[in-house]
């Protein structure tokens, strides 16, 4: 079974800053996509990054970069730039590939706080 | 574009009686979509996967007949929770991606407080 683990329940951060959340994932299969989720106070799951397993390069976009180490299954995300409404809980997510497309399996999420 | 709607937001119901949500991909068609549950402060808890055109499968101790699942086209899928008791409140949360995609876009939620 998979799982998905991260360890940092609470963070902050100073508006500007840069910050990393940490996840760990564990499986025995090789082909599978990782995402990072936010969820504001409104509580409206919102995409924040997503990286497929098969690709080496790290995914971008915009203030949001992941460190995705497939060996140590590791995908960590980096905030550059840290904004006000960057604050929330942060849900990294995994699913297999060629499995129930989409089941997601979630990690149990870092609450973000960014501080002005 | 991918949004997923949800309704109602927030719904109030006395123990006993059913409750109906509605999940619906607005732009793009999904013949499959998740129902997922989330209590305070925690993570997401997968209830049950919604196959359109077939009965849905349901994760390991989620009573199917509580919690009834139909998923009759390609953009809708609704829960219904049956004779609802308090301990059924929670927030309810429904997904869907494009079909061939996997990519999961999320309904605004559902807020249930059975009283």
């Known amino acids: 079974a998979q799982t998905v683990t991260q360890s940092q329940p609470e963070m902050s951060v100073q508006e500007a800053e840069t910050v990393t959340l940490s996840c760990t994932y564990d499986?025995?299969?090789?082909?599978?996509?990782l995402f990072w989720y936010k969820q504001p106070p409104s509580r409206q799951m919102i995409l924040v990054i997503r990286?497929?397993?098969?690709?080496?390069q790290n995914a971008t976009e915009n203030r949001f970069s992941v460190n995705f180490q497939k060996a140590a299954k590791s995908f960590s995300l980096k905030i550059s730039d840290s904004q006000l409404g960057d604050t929330a809980m942060y849900f990294c997510?995994?699913?297999?590939?060629?499995?129930?497309?989409?089941?997601?399996?979630f990690g149990k999420g870092t609450k973000l706080s960014v501080k002005p | 574009g991918a949004v997923v709607s949800q309704h109602p937001s927030w719904v109030i119901c006395k123990s006993g009686t059913s409750v109906k949500i509605e999940c619906r991909s607005l732009?793009?068609?999904?013949?499959?979509m998740f129902w997922y549950r989330q209590f305070p402060k925690q993570s997401l808890m997968l209830m049950a996967t919604?196959?359109?055109?077939?009965?849905?499968?349901?994760e390991q101790g989620v009573e199917k007949d509580k919690f009834l699942i139909n998923h009759a086209s390609l953009t809708l899928s609704t829960l219904t929770v049956t004779s609802a008791h308090p301990e059924d409140s929670s927030f309810y949360i429904c997904?869907?991606?494009?079909?061939?995609?996997?990519?999961?876009?999320f309904g605004p939620g559902t807020r249930l407080t059975v009283t």
């Open positions: 997904s869907a991606g494009p079909t061939g995609t996997y990519e999961q876009y």
């Open positions: 499986t025995s299969e090789n082909n599978y996509y």
């Open positions: 990286q497929e397993a098969y690709k080496q």
């Open positions: 997510a995994f699913t297999l590939y060629g499995g129930s497309q989409g089941n997601l399996i």
């Open positions: 732009d793009f068609q999904a013949t499959t």
């Open positions: 919604s196959n359109e055109g077939s009965k849905a499968t349901y």
